[in-house]
Protein backbone atom coordinates (compact mmCIF):
# COMPACT_ATOMS: atom_id res chain seq x y z
CA UNK A 1 0.00 0.00 0.00
CA UNK A 2 1.12 3.07 -0.85
CA UNK A 3 2.49 5.10 1.97
CA UNK A 4 1.81 8.47 2.75
CA UNK A 5 5.01 10.44 4.64
CA UNK A 6 2.93 13.01 5.96
CA UNK A 7 0.77 11.08 7.57
CA UNK A 8 3.59 9.40 9.38
CA UNK A 9 5.43 13.09 10.37
CA UNK A 10 2.36 13.81 11.35
CA UNK A 11 2.15 10.93 14.25
CA UNK A 12 5.67 12.16 15.00
CA UNK A 13 4.75 15.66 15.86
CA UNK A 14 1.65 14.27 17.81
CA UNK A 15 3.62 11.90 19.55
CA UNK A 16 6.63 14.12 20.53
CA UNK A 17 4.27 16.93 21.71
CA UNK A 18 2.13 14.02 24.03
CA UNK A 19 5.44 13.48 25.45
CA UNK A 20 6.61 16.94 25.80
CA UNK A 21 3.65 18.37 27.31
CA UNK A 22 2.81 15.76 29.70
CA UNK A 23 6.38 16.00 30.89
CA UNK A 24 5.43 19.54 31.66
CA UNK A 25 2.06 19.16 33.30
CA UNK A 26 2.20 15.79 35.15
CA UNK A 27 5.27 16.64 36.92
CA UNK A 28 5.45 20.45 38.19
CA UNK A 29 5.47 20.38 42.20
CA UNK A 30 3.83 23.75 42.20
CA UNK A 31 0.81 22.90 39.88
CA UNK A 32 -1.77 23.29 42.77
CA UNK A 33 -0.04 26.74 43.45
CA UNK A 34 -1.02 27.89 39.77
CA UNK A 35 -3.38 31.09 39.68
CA UNK A 36 -5.83 29.78 37.16
CA UNK A 37 -7.95 32.62 37.32
CA UNK A 38 -4.91 34.58 36.22
CA UNK A 39 -2.17 32.11 34.68
CA UNK A 40 1.18 33.02 33.73
CA UNK A 41 1.56 33.33 29.80
CA UNK A 42 3.40 30.14 29.59
CA UNK A 43 0.75 28.27 31.67
CA UNK A 44 -2.02 29.69 28.89
CA UNK A 45 -0.13 28.33 26.00
CA UNK A 46 0.57 25.12 27.56
CA UNK A 47 -3.04 24.73 28.56
CA UNK A 48 -3.97 25.48 24.81
CA UNK A 49 -1.92 23.01 23.73
CA UNK A 50 -2.11 19.90 26.22
CA UNK A 51 -4.90 18.47 24.05
CA UNK A 52 -2.57 18.03 21.36
CA UNK A 53 -3.72 14.33 21.22
CA UNK A 54 -6.30 15.34 19.12
CA UNK A 55 -4.46 15.47 16.11
CA UNK A 56 -4.35 11.80 16.06
CA UNK A 57 -8.00 11.55 15.49
CA UNK A 58 -7.40 13.63 12.14
CA UNK A 59 -4.84 11.17 11.28
CA UNK A 60 -6.35 8.16 12.37
CA UNK A 61 -9.20 8.82 10.34
CA UNK A 62 -6.72 9.87 7.36
CA UNK A 63 -4.95 6.99 7.14
CA UNK A 64 -7.70 4.12 7.67
CA UNK A 65 -9.85 6.21 4.97
CA UNK A 66 -7.14 5.53 2.64
CA UNK A 67 -6.36 2.07 3.65
CA UNK A 68 -10.67 1.48 3.31
CA UNK A 69 -10.51 3.00 0.23
CA UNK A 70 -7.91 1.09 -1.29
CA UNK A 71 -8.74 -2.17 -0.29
CA UNK A 72 -12.63 -1.91 -1.21
CA UNK A 73 -10.80 -1.02 -4.39
CA UNK A 74 -9.22 -4.18 -4.53
CA UNK A 75 -5.84 -3.13 -4.97
CA UNK A 76 -4.86 -3.46 -1.95
CA UNK A 77 -5.49 -7.66 -0.32
CA UNK A 78 -7.51 -7.05 2.89
CA UNK A 79 -10.92 -7.16 4.69
CA UNK A 80 -11.06 -3.04 5.18
CA UNK A 81 -14.31 -2.42 7.64
CA UNK A 82 -13.64 -5.79 9.57
CA UNK A 83 -9.90 -4.35 10.10
CA UNK A 84 -11.10 -0.67 10.95
CA UNK A 85 -13.84 -2.39 13.51
CA UNK A 86 -11.13 -4.99 15.11
CA UNK A 87 -8.98 -2.28 15.64
CA UNK A 88 -11.02 0.01 17.20
CA UNK A 89 -11.99 -2.67 19.36
CA UNK A 90 -8.41 -3.30 20.33
CA UNK A 91 -7.70 0.44 21.36
CA UNK A 92 -10.69 0.67 23.49
CA UNK A 93 -9.60 -2.84 25.20
CA UNK A 94 -5.87 -0.71 25.62
CA UNK A 95 -7.42 2.30 26.95
CA UNK A 96 -8.78 0.45 30.17
CA UNK A 97 -5.17 -1.52 30.13
CA UNK A 98 -3.08 2.04 30.00
CA UNK A 99 -5.70 3.86 32.23
CA UNK A 100 -5.96 1.56 34.94
CA UNK A 101 -2.01 0.22 34.77
CA UNK A 102 0.08 2.60 32.68
CA UNK A 103 -1.59 6.07 32.29
CA UNK A 104 -0.31 9.61 33.91
CA UNK A 105 -2.53 10.68 36.37
CA UNK A 106 -5.26 13.21 36.34
CA UNK A 107 -6.16 16.18 38.00
CA UNK A 108 -9.79 17.06 38.86
CA UNK A 109 -10.27 20.63 39.44
CA UNK A 110 -14.11 19.82 41.18
CA UNK A 111 -12.84 18.16 43.77
CA UNK A 112 -8.67 19.23 43.88
CA UNK A 113 -8.13 15.50 43.52
CA UNK A 114 -5.45 14.00 41.88
CA UNK A 115 -6.17 10.29 40.17
CA UNK A 116 -3.12 8.03 39.71
CA UNK A 117 -2.73 4.80 37.84
CA UNK A 118 -1.18 1.49 38.79
CA UNK A 119 2.49 2.12 37.68
CA UNK A 120 2.54 5.89 39.07
CA UNK A 121 1.14 4.93 42.17
CA UNK A 122 3.48 2.13 42.52
CA UNK A 123 6.86 4.29 41.37
CA UNK A 124 5.75 6.78 43.60
CA UNK A 125 5.16 4.53 46.61
CA UNK A 126 7.80 2.40 46.08
CA UNK A 127 5.64 -0.13 46.72
CA UNK A 128 2.75 -2.29 44.92
CA UNK A 129 -0.59 0.29 44.68
CA UNK A 130 -3.66 -0.23 43.12
CA UNK A 131 -5.76 2.79 41.87
CA UNK A 132 -8.84 4.08 42.64
CA UNK A 133 -12.17 2.45 40.72
CA UNK A 134 -12.53 6.06 39.02
CA UNK A 135 -10.16 5.45 36.73
CA UNK A 136 -12.18 2.85 34.67
CA UNK A 137 -14.73 5.92 34.11
CA UNK A 138 -12.01 8.20 32.54
CA UNK A 139 -11.62 8.89 29.19
CA UNK A 140 -8.44 8.94 27.33
CA UNK A 141 -6.88 9.53 22.96
CA UNK A 142 -7.77 5.46 23.28
CA UNK A 143 -11.05 5.73 23.64
CA UNK A 144 -11.75 8.56 21.38
CA UNK A 145 -9.52 6.98 18.74
CA UNK A 146 -11.43 3.34 18.82
CA UNK A 147 -14.65 4.52 18.98
CA UNK A 148 -13.75 7.28 15.35
CA UNK A 149 -12.72 4.06 14.51
CA UNK A 150 -15.94 2.25 15.01
CA UNK A 151 -18.34 4.61 13.34
CA UNK A 152 -16.07 5.66 10.40
CA UNK A 153 -15.96 1.63 9.89
CA UNK A 154 -19.83 1.67 10.14
CA UNK A 155 -19.71 5.28 8.29
CA UNK A 156 -17.38 4.48 5.31
CA UNK A 157 -19.01 0.80 4.46
CA UNK A 158 -22.85 2.63 3.89
CA UNK A 159 -20.62 5.04 2.27
CA UNK A 160 -18.86 2.88 -0.10
CA UNK A 161 -20.53 -0.17 -1.00
CA UNK A 162 -23.27 -0.13 -4.12
CA UNK A 163 -20.58 1.69 -6.19
CA UNK A 164 -20.68 4.34 -4.04
CA UNK A 165 -16.85 4.38 -3.47
CA UNK A 166 -16.76 5.88 -7.03
CA UNK A 167 -19.11 8.89 -5.55
CA UNK A 168 -16.30 10.58 -4.22
CA UNK A 169 -17.90 14.20 -4.06
CA UNK A 170 -21.31 12.58 -2.60
CA UNK A 171 -18.87 11.05 0.35
CA UNK A 172 -16.95 14.13 1.06
CA UNK A 173 -20.17 16.60 1.57
CA UNK A 174 -21.41 13.94 3.46
CA UNK A 175 -18.31 13.80 6.00
CA UNK A 176 -18.02 17.18 5.78
CA UNK A 177 -21.91 17.89 6.72
CA UNK A 178 -21.64 15.37 9.76
CA UNK A 179 -18.67 16.45 10.88
CA UNK A 180 -19.64 20.24 11.00
CA UNK A 181 -22.55 19.56 12.49
CA UNK A 182 -20.91 17.42 15.42
CA UNK A 183 -18.84 20.37 16.35
CA UNK A 184 -21.75 22.93 17.31
CA UNK A 185 -23.64 20.06 18.69
CA UNK A 186 -20.74 19.09 21.28
CA UNK A 187 -21.70 22.37 23.20
CA UNK A 188 -24.34 19.87 24.62
CA UNK A 189 -21.50 18.56 26.65
CA UNK A 190 -20.81 21.65 28.57
CA UNK A 191 -24.16 20.86 30.54
CA UNK A 192 -23.48 17.28 30.69
CA UNK A 193 -20.44 17.30 32.28
CA UNK A 194 -21.42 17.90 35.56
CA UNK A 195 -22.90 14.40 35.47
CA UNK A 196 -19.77 12.53 35.17
CA UNK A 197 -19.12 13.17 39.05
CA UNK A 198 -22.46 13.11 40.12
CA UNK A 199 -23.27 9.36 38.23
CA UNK A 200 -19.99 8.18 39.87
CA UNK A 201 -20.95 9.37 43.17
CA UNK A 202 -24.23 7.94 43.30
CA UNK A 203 -23.05 4.56 41.71
CA UNK A 204 -24.39 5.04 38.67
CA UNK A 205 -21.58 2.87 36.84
CA UNK A 206 -23.58 2.14 33.86
CA UNK A 207 -23.52 5.91 32.94
CA UNK A 208 -20.61 6.78 34.22
CA UNK A 209 -19.22 4.00 31.30
CA UNK A 210 -21.36 6.12 28.59
CA UNK A 211 -20.24 9.54 30.07
CA UNK A 212 -16.41 8.39 29.82
CA UNK A 213 -17.02 7.82 26.08
CA UNK A 214 -18.84 11.06 25.34
CA UNK A 215 -18.37 13.65 27.78
CA UNK A 216 -15.66 12.57 30.37
CA UNK A 217 -12.29 14.64 29.69
CA UNK A 218 -9.76 14.52 27.60
CA UNK A 219 -11.11 13.68 24.36
CA UNK A 220 -14.68 13.23 24.76
CA UNK A 221 -16.45 11.80 20.84
CA UNK A 222 -18.92 14.93 21.60
CA UNK A 223 -16.25 16.55 19.82
CA UNK A 224 -13.68 14.55 18.41
CA UNK A 225 -15.83 11.91 16.20
CA UNK A 226 -15.58 14.99 14.18
CA UNK A 227 -11.61 14.98 14.19
CA UNK A 228 -12.05 11.83 12.65
CA UNK A 229 -14.83 12.41 10.05
CA UNK A 230 -12.79 15.45 8.71
CA UNK A 231 -9.52 13.39 8.91
CA UNK A 232 -12.06 10.82 6.05
CA UNK A 233 -13.00 13.89 4.74
CA UNK A 234 -8.99 15.27 4.21
CA UNK A 235 -7.85 11.81 2.66
CA UNK A 236 -10.74 11.41 -0.26
CA UNK A 237 -9.53 14.34 -1.09
CA UNK A 238 -6.35 13.57 -1.22
CA UNK A 239 -7.00 10.67 -2.98
CA UNK A 240 -8.47 13.37 -5.95
CA UNK A 241 -5.50 15.21 -6.41
CA UNK A 242 -3.24 17.49 -4.69
CA UNK A 243 -4.47 20.62 -6.19
CA UNK A 244 -8.13 19.62 -4.16
CA UNK A 245 -6.47 19.01 -1.09
CA UNK A 246 -4.25 22.27 -1.13
CA UNK A 247 -8.03 23.76 -1.45
CA UNK A 248 -8.77 22.44 1.68
CA UNK A 249 -6.15 24.87 3.98
CA UNK A 250 -9.72 27.20 3.54
CA UNK A 251 -11.08 24.80 5.28
CA UNK A 252 -8.90 24.86 8.20
CA UNK A 253 -8.57 28.54 8.14
CA UNK A 254 -12.02 29.22 8.79
CA UNK A 255 -12.26 26.68 12.17
CA UNK A 256 -8.52 28.55 12.98
CA UNK A 257 -10.50 32.29 12.69
CA UNK A 258 -13.13 31.06 14.40
CA UNK A 259 -11.16 29.92 16.91
CA UNK A 260 -9.26 33.62 17.22
CA UNK A 261 -12.01 35.25 17.14
CA UNK A 262 -13.59 33.30 19.82
CA UNK A 263 -10.51 34.23 22.34
CA UNK A 264 -11.38 37.66 22.30
CA UNK A 265 -15.43 36.81 22.44
CA UNK A 266 -15.21 34.54 25.19
CA UNK A 267 -14.13 34.70 28.90
CA UNK A 268 -10.89 32.35 29.48
CA UNK A 269 -11.17 29.43 31.77
CA UNK A 270 -8.69 27.14 31.24
CA UNK A 271 -9.28 24.99 34.15
CA UNK A 272 -13.00 24.08 33.04
CA UNK A 273 -15.45 22.37 30.40
CA UNK A 274 -17.20 25.25 29.26
CA UNK A 275 -17.35 27.83 26.22
CA UNK A 276 -13.94 28.59 26.52
CA UNK A 277 -13.37 24.90 25.92
CA UNK A 278 -15.50 24.86 22.90
CA UNK A 279 -13.49 27.67 21.69
CA UNK A 280 -9.94 25.74 22.05
CA UNK A 281 -11.77 22.96 19.81
CA UNK A 282 -12.27 25.04 17.01
CA UNK A 283 -8.34 26.34 17.43
CA UNK A 284 -7.50 22.53 17.29
CA UNK A 285 -9.44 21.98 14.43
CA UNK A 286 -8.02 24.66 12.46
CA UNK A 287 -4.61 24.41 13.31
CA UNK A 288 -5.04 20.03 12.90
CA UNK A 289 -6.34 20.64 9.51
CA UNK A 290 -3.97 23.20 7.83
CA UNK A 291 -1.30 20.93 9.53
CA UNK A 292 -1.78 17.61 7.61
CA UNK A 293 -2.81 20.24 4.38
CA UNK A 294 0.79 21.47 4.34
CA UNK A 295 2.62 18.53 5.66
CA UNK A 296 1.02 16.33 2.75
CA UNK A 297 1.83 19.01 0.00
CA UNK A 298 5.33 19.42 1.64
CA UNK A 299 6.28 15.32 2.02
CA UNK A 300 3.75 13.25 -0.35
CA UNK A 301 5.99 13.80 -3.29
CA UNK A 302 8.70 11.68 -4.26
CA UNK A 303 11.88 13.94 -3.44
CA UNK A 304 10.87 14.69 -0.07
CA UNK A 305 8.89 11.50 1.16
CA UNK A 306 11.66 10.24 2.85
CA UNK A 307 12.76 13.57 4.96
CA UNK A 308 13.41 13.21 8.08
CA UNK A 309 13.78 10.01 9.14
CA UNK A 310 13.97 10.26 12.85
CA UNK A 311 10.19 12.35 12.78
CA UNK A 312 8.88 9.36 10.57
CA UNK A 313 10.43 6.63 13.04
CA UNK A 314 8.80 8.37 15.99
CA UNK A 315 5.42 8.12 14.16
CA UNK A 316 5.87 4.56 12.91
CA UNK A 317 5.74 3.67 16.73
CA UNK A 318 3.70 6.43 18.02
CA UNK A 319 0.99 4.06 19.88
CA UNK A 320 3.76 2.11 21.74
CA UNK A 321 5.09 5.35 23.03
CA UNK A 322 2.07 6.56 23.91
CA UNK A 323 1.38 3.30 26.20
CA UNK A 324 4.72 3.50 27.54
CA UNK A 325 6.11 7.35 28.17
CA UNK A 326 4.29 7.76 31.81
CA UNK A 327 6.24 4.39 33.09
CA UNK A 328 9.35 5.59 31.62
CA UNK A 329 8.62 9.46 32.87
CA UNK A 330 7.75 8.16 36.18
CA UNK A 331 11.04 6.70 36.50
CA UNK A 332 12.70 9.70 35.32
CA UNK A 333 11.41 11.97 37.74
CA UNK A 334 11.55 9.17 40.99
CA UNK A 335 15.30 9.50 39.91
CA UNK A 336 15.24 13.24 39.89
CA UNK A 337 13.15 13.18 43.71
CA UNK A 338 16.29 11.19 44.99
CA UNK A 339 18.86 12.91 43.96
CA UNK A 340 17.74 16.73 43.60
CA UNK A 341 14.95 16.95 45.58
CA UNK A 342 12.17 19.83 45.05
CA UNK A 343 13.92 20.10 41.05
CA UNK A 344 10.47 20.37 39.58
CA UNK A 345 9.10 23.06 42.00
CA UNK A 346 9.39 25.96 38.85
CA UNK A 347 8.11 26.43 35.42
CA UNK A 348 11.71 26.35 33.62
CA UNK A 349 12.87 23.24 35.26
CA UNK A 350 9.72 21.76 34.03
CA UNK A 351 10.62 22.97 30.40
CA UNK A 352 13.61 21.85 30.68
CA UNK A 353 12.38 18.23 31.97
CA UNK A 354 10.20 18.00 28.53
CA UNK A 355 13.44 18.42 26.57
CA UNK A 356 15.33 16.25 28.33
CA UNK A 357 12.04 13.26 28.21
CA UNK A 358 12.15 14.23 24.53
CA UNK A 359 15.94 13.38 23.68
CA UNK A 360 15.61 10.29 25.78
CA UNK A 361 13.08 8.80 23.42
CA UNK A 362 15.24 9.99 21.05
CA UNK A 363 17.91 7.99 21.49
CA UNK A 364 15.24 4.71 22.51
CA UNK A 365 13.69 5.14 18.91
CA UNK A 366 17.04 5.90 17.26
CA UNK A 367 18.62 2.54 19.39
CA UNK A 368 15.27 0.38 18.78
CA UNK A 369 15.05 1.53 14.74
CA UNK A 370 17.95 -0.52 14.26
CA UNK A 371 15.97 -3.99 15.56
CA UNK A 372 13.43 -3.09 13.28
CA UNK A 373 11.06 -2.05 16.19
CA UNK A 374 10.45 -5.64 17.29
CA UNK A 375 7.95 -6.48 20.12
CA UNK A 376 6.64 -3.06 19.83
CA UNK A 377 3.15 -3.19 19.84
CA UNK A 378 2.76 -1.86 15.97
CA UNK A 379 4.75 -4.61 15.30
CA UNK A 380 2.96 -7.04 17.18
CA UNK A 381 -0.08 -6.34 15.46
CA UNK A 382 1.74 -7.02 12.20
CA UNK A 383 2.20 -10.02 12.49
CA UNK A 384 -0.32 -11.43 15.08
CA UNK A 385 -3.40 -9.79 14.03
CA UNK A 386 -3.77 -7.20 10.72
CA UNK A 387 -1.75 -5.39 8.76
CA UNK A 388 -0.64 -2.09 9.59
CA UNK A 389 -1.48 1.50 8.15
CA UNK A 390 2.14 1.97 9.82
CA UNK A 391 4.39 -0.69 9.98
CA UNK A 392 4.94 -1.25 5.89
CA UNK A 393 8.57 -1.29 5.60
CA UNK A 394 10.00 0.05 8.67
CA UNK A 395 13.69 1.46 7.58
Not at 217 to 223: G, I
Not at 299 to 308: N, Y
Not at 342 to 357: D, E, H, K, S
Request: glycine letters at 8%; charged letters at 15%; one cysteine or more.
Amino acid sequence: MKRYTSLDMLRGVGILGVIYLHSIVFYFGNFMNIDFDHPPLIVAVVAVMVLMGGIFGVVSGAANTIMAHLRFKGLVRGKPFRHIMSAGIFLLIMHYIYNVFLGPHTHNFETGEHSYSMVALTVRNGALTFPHMDKLFEGSALTMLGWNLIFLGIILYFLFRNGGIHRIRRNKIILGVCGTLLVPLSIVRVHLFPMVESSLSHGNYALSTVLSYFVAKPYPLLPYLAFGLFGALLALTLLESREKMKRMAWFGAIWLIMGIAGIFIVPQNIKGVDMFWFVKVLLELGIFILMIVAFSMLFDTEKREKSLPWLRRFGRVSFTIYILQTPLSEIFAKGLDITIPGWNMTIPAMLVFGVCNVILWAGIIALWSRYHFRYSLEWLWVRILKPSTKMDNIP
